[in-house]
């Protein structure tokens, strides 16, 4: 997916990028491909394929929930190594209030940089791991949308994730084919945590490059702050498994 392709692809859907905005994504694909010389940020560096597999099916999460791309959201996003789905959600909808998780300080301080050559504001960066940071009362039960890529498997990234959602607001999981699996394995930790698992889409990725499903998890009640183990998973401390 060329430049012009992505820009066409949009405008299909509705959005129409203005050139600022063209500018900022071509600002991104330069930063991204040159800082990955020193610094270990992706493996897809071909400009197509960073349109398609980093832009474009970043923003797919705001095609499945619409509200991403228009409203002014609140959204913390898990393990956003390079920033995806975070900073291209931000580049078309300027009025998202966005907090960054990585536990990687290097990426944390990519990010810092390229929020600067991008003009970004509204953009909270926080290096740590998200099982500490999800107990610290600044970021608990504060964010409308939670939602991670390419993080854990969903049983761990529930854990992760939704004791940053508010009660009210929602954890989407951003995952490949192994969604109902993944989601089967889940359904102990989402309803210990406060969840409840609510719509399962799917959006067929242009160019046969695969299907992305989401599971979306809404946040009906507080997460605890301490819960029992799934019976008969010894596992490691702090996961429910
Ligand atoms: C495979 S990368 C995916 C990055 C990005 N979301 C994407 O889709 O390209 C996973 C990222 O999650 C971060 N990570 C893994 N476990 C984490 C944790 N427990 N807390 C915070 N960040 C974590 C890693 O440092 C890494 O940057």
Do not use: W
């Amino acid at each position: 997916m060329k430049p012009e392709e992505f820009y066409q692809a949009l405008s299909q859907r509705g959005i129409e990028l203005s050139s600022k905005q063209k500018e900022q994504f071509q600002i991104y694909f330069h930063e991204l491909v040159e800082t990955n010389k020193v610094m270990n940020l992706t493996t897809i560096t071909e400009e197509s394929q960073v349109y398609l597999k980093h832009f474009y099916d970043s923003l797919v999460l705001g095609f499945v929930d619409e509200r991403i791309l228009t409203d002014e959201l609140s959204l913390c996003d898990i393990g956003s190594g390079a920033g995806f789905p975070s900073i291209p959600l931000k580049i078309v909808n300027p009025k998202l209030k966005i907090t960054m998780v990585d536990s990687l300080n290097k990426r944390i301080k990519f990010l810092n940089d390229l929020s600067g050559k991008l003009n970004l504001t509204g953009i909270n960066l926080v290096h740590g791991r998200a099982e500490e940071l999800g107990k610290n009362k600044l970021y608990r039960e504060n964010y409308d949308v939670v939602t991670a890529r390419a993080v854990a498997a969903m049983n761990v990234l529930t854990e992760l994730c939704l004791p940053f959602a508010k009660v009210g607001g929602e954890f989407i999981a951003m995952k490949s084919e192994k969604a109902p699996e993944e989601l089967n394995e889940a359904t102990y930790a989402i309803k210990i945590l406060g969840g409840k698992v609510g719509d399962q889409k799917s959006f067929e990725l242009p160019n046969n490059e695969g299907v992305r499903n989401f599971i979306f998890v809404d946040k009906t009640k507080p997460t605890p702050k301490k819960y029992p183990r799934k019976p008969g998973t010894p596992g490691r401390k702090p996961l429910v498994g």
